[in-house]
């Protein structure tokens, strides 16, 4: 795990990740949908915040936990 604590170290998340968003009204408005559409289960509304953020950008989610994601492809999640 990456513990950002350093300029360098943000520095470093930045050139592998690339850019960053901010978790906005439109990611909630889309995460809340996912939610309800996915069955409620507590559990989950993490990986349907993460999820809405990857769909609102147009961007795949690249995950090593596809389990958590695959019932979102419905959605149109892109798992890479």
């Known amino acids: 795990m990456l513990l950002l604590g350093t300029s360098a170290d943000l520095a470093l998340a930045r050139l592998f990740i690339g850019r960053c968003v901010d978790f906005n009204q439109e990611h909630a408005v889309l995460a809340a949908r996912l ?8 559990s989950t509304l993490a990986d349907c915040m993460i999820a809405a953020v990857a769909l609102c950008e147009d961007a795949p989610l690249a995950t090593a936990n596809v389990a958590d994601f695959e019932r979102l492809a419905a959605a149109g999640l892109t798992i890479a």
Do not use: A, I, Q
């Open 35 to 42: 939610f309800n559409e996915s069955g409620r289960r507590r």
